[in-house]
């Protein structure tokens, strides 16, 4: 995923900390997962084709839809009914993502302070939940009574969290000082 040059400076710098003696234990990022749930929206048709272009603008892939697993009265949703739209990147989407998210969505985001490293899981993935989708360039900024968040999964082979939390602050992901 990441090029031969991003991955030995990950490699150089985690490789003091964690013992690793080839460039291939370190840690990579697999995958990045963007989700969105669409609930109430469901019915207006509009609306949910807005959402659909504007994830698959900002994430450069269209977005499969997600079907409900179970009928649940009290939302009012049936079994096979659309609740949520996914888009899976990898390769050198998923960087260009990355780099995005790192370099321009984090500093255009509204009182942004730096992410919780408690965001990290015990198997080293990280989920990040984006309020407004408006922060990215790819979207039109004269349409801001339809915004809406989304979460974004991003999937290593980190053993640890630890690992993990290194192998991000190496990434330059900004993190709270706790």
Excluded: C, W
Excluded at 14 to 27: E, R, V
Excluded at 51 to 77: M, Y
Excluded at 155 to 173: G, I, M, P, Q
């Amino acid at each position: 995923m990441a090029t031969a040059t991003e991955h030995k400076k990950t490699f150089d710098a985690l490789k003091g900390d964690f013992g690793y003696t080839s460039p291939m234990q370190a840690p990579k990022v697999v995958k990045i997962v963007v989700s969105i749930g669409v609930g109430k929206v469901n019915k207006d048709k509009k609306r949910l084709e807005l959402i659909v272009d504007r994830l698959a603008r900002i994430t450069g892939q269209a977005p499969a839809p997600r079907a409900a697993k179970k009928a649940i009265a009290n939302f009012k949703s049936r079994v096979g009914d659309i609740v949520g739209y996914q888009v899976t990147l990898r390769g050198v989407r998923a960087d260009n993502f990355l780099q995005k998210l790192i370099h321009i969505v984090f500093p255009r985001t509204k009182d942004f302070r730096g992410l919780n490293p408690k965001a990290i899981d015990e198997m080293g993935n990280i989920t990040l939940g984006i309020k407004e989708h408006v922060v990215f360039p790819e979207t039109a900024d004269e349409e801001l009574k339809d915004v809406f968040g989304f979460a974004i999964t991003i999937v290593t082979t980190a053993r640890t969290r630890d690992e993990s939390l290194a192998f991000f602050r190496a990434l330059r992901f900004p993190f709270k000082k706790v």
